[in-house]
Structure formats: structure tokens, C-alpha cells
């Protein structure tokens, strides 16, 4: 083998090492968590014996870190279930804030921290307020809804209104972020 094929083949091997392919970046399921033997009854609610994948982690995040954006509503006796984790408090849907899936919540640095959320050709601040959790649910502090995915920003009503996302389109929707 010639000395400039060598060469070729050990630096390719030190750009995969620097380097990992986004293939190897993305977050993967790091258990499940059962639903409770008995049903609570609401349509995003645990099912009994359903079995949930959990997370240790969210995506990197970049410029635009893509994201799917769910309706929260953070305010007392919202689908929030429990005071935001950052402050204690209930939020008004009036409010641009959000929760964040437990990787990019990264144990709370970033609380009190505003993202950008690009979508439909707007964009908004808006402020960290909750974890979205990854690892926990099916109970009554998460609202008994399974746990989040890896990739979620939960934003309450005023983020989807800023952004004009409206009717049908508000749910899942397909969003970026970056830390402002």
C-alpha cells in the first residue's frame, strides 16, 4: 500500500474519531417504564400495562436543534400537573414559557435561561421554566402521562399564539431551538 494511501486511510480514521457520525450523536432509549396496573382516565394518559421508552439524554443541541413542540398548560391545575421546577411557581398561559426534555434541561442550568424557537417562518423567546421529564410518569406528579420524549419542547399557549400555530396544526408540531 503506498505511503500517500496510508496517510488517506489514518487521517480518515482521526476525522470518524474527532468527529462521530450524527448516527452515532442521537439519543437512544435507556429503559421503559410500565404503565399502573389501573387506567386514570384522560386521552394522554398512561394505559395499564404499556410499556414506555425512557431517556437519559436529549439530541445535541445547535443553532437550530430540531424539536417537536407540545401544548403545556403550566398554570394551577394545568396538564402541568406539579409548580415548575425551576421556580415553584404556576405560570399563566399567557406566558412564553417552557419545559424542556430532561437531557437539554440539563439538571436545571438552564432555568430562568430564554431559547429561540423557530417555526413557520417566526421565531420567540421564550423562557425555561420546567423539565419535560424523560425517565419518570404514569403518575400523579407527572399528571399520569408517560414520560417525555428525548426531543420535546412543551410550550404553554402564548409561544404557540406568537409563532401562529393554530386549530388543528397545535399538537405535535415540528419546531427548532437554540439557547438565546
Not at 386514570?40 to 443553532?63: A, I
Request: charged share 20%; with cysteine.
Amino acid at each position: 500500500m503506498s505511503t500517500t494511501r496510508l496517510l488517506v486511510l489514518a487521517l480518515a480514521g482521526l476525522l470518524l474519531v474527532a468527529f462521530p457520525s450524527t448516527r452515532a450523536q442521537q439519543c437512544q432509549p435507556s429503559g421503559t417504564l410500565e404503565g399502573p396496573a389501573t387506567g386514570h382516565t384522560c386521552d394522554e394518559c398512561c394505559k395499564p400495562g404499556h410499556l414506555y421508552p425512557t431517556y437519559r439524554c436529549s439530541p445535541p443541541v445547535s443553532n437550530h436543534t430540531k424539536a417537536v413542540m407540545t401544548l403545556n398548560d403550566f398554570s394551577e391545575g394545568g396538564d402541568g400537573g406539579a409548580p415548575s421546577e425551576c421556580d415553584g411557581k404556576y405560570h399563566k398561559n399567557s406566558e412564553r414559557v417552557v419545559a424542556l426534555s430532561t437531557g437539554w434541561y440539563a439538571k436545571g442550568k438552564r432555568c430562568g435561561e430564554y431559547i429561540r424557537i423557530n417555526a413557520k417562518g417566526r421565531s420567540v423567546l421564550a423562557k425555561v421554566v420546567d423539565e419535560c421529564d424523560t425517565l419518570h410518569g404514569c403518575d400523579k406528579p407527572h399528571a399520569f402521562q408517560p414520560p417525555c420524549p428525548p426531543n420535546d419542547v412543551d410550550a404553554s399557549q402564548a409561544v404557540w399564539d406568537a409563532l401562529g400555530i393554530f386549530g388543528d396544526e397545535v399538537g405535535d408540531f415540528p419546531i427548532t431551538w437554540s439557547d438565546a
